[in-house]
């Protein structure tokens, strides 16, 4: 299915869940940071709810992880 994640076009597998695209993205970080936020369509998604949340196609999603500075 194809999503938006942070303003770009995404293919993933039928039936992935926030945590699903999550996983993905971390993995394909070379920091392994692993503290970060989720937004789906405007509305933050709480971290306990990733596995359940499930992605449908067009959805616009946002990953966002702090950065330090000021």
Do not use: K, Y
Request: no cysteine.
């Amino acid at each position: 299915m194809q999503v938006t994640v942070n303003g770009d076009a995404a293919e993933l597998a039928d039936g992935a869940t926030v945590a699903d695209l999550v996983a993905d993205l971390l993995a394909e970080r070379e920091s392994g940071h692993d503290r970060v936020a989720v937004a789906r369509n405007g509305d933050v998604v709480p971290r306990s709810s990733w596995a359940q949340t499930p992605l449908a196609p067009g959805d616009a999603v946002e990953v966002l992880a702090p950065t330090a500075g000021g």
